[in-house]
């Protein structure tokens, strides 16, 4: 939450800063006129969309008069619906322990298209098409599966098993 805040007044800042220079170079009479602005600032961090409404007054540039912080819920504006796809991954993972891999497989596309990392929904898509013997799709998925998360162990050894028995 430091972060946060320290980057919500930093943003801050650069928004006065940058009032203050437009302001400058306005007329006195126009000073006196517009008595103060209110701007919308938003900040994504750890997770979550920020957004702040902050009223500056132009007459005075140094000055913060008022600032609203809330806290909103990302998934309002975004495509992604990660409980969605953490289900539809479970039942994936019941289906393919069953030898149902090709249903597996029509969860996990699914799956895919709502999260935001779709690494273990491609390492999951990899062992099922692996299982289907469709060897070149799997290792396929398996390489998509490592751009999104390299950290990834048993993926690793997995393709490199294939390239040596391939040789």
Request: a negative charge; proline letters at 2%; aromatic letters at 4%.
């Amino acid at each position: 939450m430091m972060k946060l805040n320290t980057l919500l007044i930093m943003t801050m800042v650069a928004l006065t800063a940058t009032a203050a220079s437009a302001e400058e170079a306005s007329s006195t009479s126009e000073k006196q006129q517009k008595k103060s602005k209110m701007m919308n600032v938003n900040v994504k961090g750890q997770g979550n969309m920020y957004n702040s409404d902050v009223d500056f007054d132009l007459n005075d540039p140094n000055v913060i008069v008022t600032i609203e912080t809330d806290e909103t819920d990302e998934t309002e504006d975004s495509m992604f619906d990660e409980k969605k796809a953490n289900k539809l991954h479970s039942k994936a993972q019941k289906l393919a322990r069953t030898g149902r891999y090709q249903e597996a497989l029509t969860l996990l596309k699914e799956a895919e298209t709502l999260t935001e990392n779709p690494a273990k929904i491609l390492s999951l898509q990899g062992s099922a098409l692996y299982k289907l013997n469709r060897i070149d799709s799997a290792k396929d998925a398996w390489n998509e599966s490592l751009r999104h998360d390299s950290k990834q162990p048993e993926i690793k050894r997995m393709l490199s098993w294939l390239e040596k028995e391939k040789s």
